[in-house]
């Protein structure tokens, strides 16, 4: 699994700057002004009842007790308490409809009645490690019940291992970080769930409940075997050397893996069997005298053109459809692009998972490699992977070479880049 510190950036750059503060405001004025789904965009005025509002502030709406909605305002000038707007401002609202005349408090005030005695259940995808012990980050479907930062849950992954543990973190639709997940969300909203485990046991492609609402019983189903998967492989040398002043990265082969679709039953999130994946075996060595984050090198390790494109464009998670207008589409985009890089990654961990199981001794001898490589390098630390990263393109794709890079913008200065003979 890969950490997810850079993934996280996602969710951070599009949160309210001024969530952990405490104010309400009420509205004197609110006007339907278009759609961005998930979001209905309001134009409001409003005066400050307390605190202080900042841009991109947030509310929970509360009706009769019940949570409805979630609100994020953006804001021109930070206001404090007593202030009113001048002009229009937006507002973008989740759920519920707003009015005028009506207070919205930010999620610590809003106080929508949870009953302590709930249940709920949901799904995982790929899970991605925190940097605390035993953080896992991942997003998920099928959200039934209300839940809150704070609840235990506890789960059983694709391989049958249970584990247990508690809500650190809601993310709803990349912009809001509540602290009560509503029951009812509008259709296709994304959700994300940071948790902290009582133990090691990942949290991938799991089925979640409250507390206690596993039971004995295995929580899916199980005909006494497990599939086996297969799949055609083929081993390409490479050898090639990616290095700066502080990594020496030397891809020795790439293993042209194809996973058998007849097994696509078994998937808990959908694989595209129409790719070709490549499975990369390097050795990793700091060569600097400080520590290295490897994670960082990896997330980004992939196929890459002469010119700094990379192959990382067929699959990365935020990218902009086509004929899209949509700012917050487009500004994701240039952030995935430019700032991240690798995110494609979470679309072929299912793929990666695959073929780990089909080396006998996986667990043992290559699992802790693999996640001492997604993490901090020592100086003069050197480490071999067979299974270091995996990437995902069409089968006409026409190889060059192979890179990754460093910082936190992508240009040509700080890219490591290595032909493909």
């Known amino acids: 699994m890969l950490r997810i510190h850079l993934l996280l950036a996602v969710a951070l750059y599009y949160s309210s700057s001024g969530f952990a503060q405490s104010f309400k405001i009420q509205l004197t004025k609110a006007t339907l002004a278009a759609k961005q789904d998930p ?53 973008y609202v989740l759920g519920d409809g707003v009015s005028a005349g009506q207070t919205l408090g930010s999620h610590d005030l809003a106080n929508p009645t949870v009953p302590a005695n709930r249940t709920f ?67 296709n909203t994304p959700v994300s769930l940071a948790i902290v485990a009582n133990q090691a046991t990942d949290f991938s492609d799991a089925t979640v409940t409250s507390a206690g609402g596993l039971g004995a019983a295995p929580a899916t189903a199980n005909t006494g075997t497990t599939p086996t998967v297969t799949g055609k492989t083929q081993t390409i040398p490479v050898n090639a050397i990616l290095q700066n002043d502080e990594i020496r990265i030397t891809v020795h082969n790439l293993t042209k893996f194809n996973p058998d679709p007849a097994t696509r039953q078994y998937d808990l999130i959908k694989v595209d069997y129409s790719l070709d994946y490549y ?33 990382d464009e067929f699959l990365r998670l935020f990218k902009k459809q ?29 793929v990666l998972v695959k073929y780990q199981t089909m080396i006998p001794d996986y667990e043992k001898t290559h699992k802790p490699v693999v996640d001492a490589l997604n993490g901090t390098m020592k100086p003069g630390q050197k480490l071999h992977s067979i299974v270091a990263t995996m990437m995902g393109v069409p089968p006409t794709y026409r190889m060059e070479g192979i890179g990754t890079w460093k910082g936190t913008v992508l240009n040509k200065k700080n890219l490591l880049f290595a032909p493909i003979k």
């Open 39 to 91: 979001f209905v965009v309001y134009q409001v005025q409003f005066k400050v009842v307390s605190g202080t509002v900042q841009n991109r502030s947030e509310f929970s709406l509360v009706r009769n007790g019940a949570l409805k909605g979630y609100a994020q305002l953006e804001l021109a000038e930070p206001l404090s308490a007593g202030q009113s707007t001048r002009y229009d401002e937006v507002l």
């Open 121 to 187: 259940s949901f799904k995982t995808t790929t899970a991605f490690l925190g940097d605390g012990a035993n953080e896992y980050f991942t997003t998920i479907s099928n959200p039934k019940g209300t839940l809150k930062i704070g609840d235990l849950l506890e789960y059983q992954n694709f391989k049958g291992q249970r584990g247990q543990g508690k809500i650190k973190e809601i993310v709803v639709a990349q912009k809001l970080r509540p602290t009560v997940l509503m029951d009812g969300l509008p259709a």
């Open 279 to 311: 499975v990369v075996d390097a050795t990793f060595e700091n060569i600097s005298s400080h520590p290295v984050d490897a994670g960082e090198y990896l997330l980004r390790l992939n196929f890459f053109s002469a010119d700094g494109k990379s192959a």
């Open 322 to 350: 086509n004929g899209s207008a949509n700012d917050a589409q487009t500004q994701a985009d240039a952030f995935d692009q430019l700032g991240l890089g690798g995110t494609s990654k979470i679309r072929v961990a299912p």
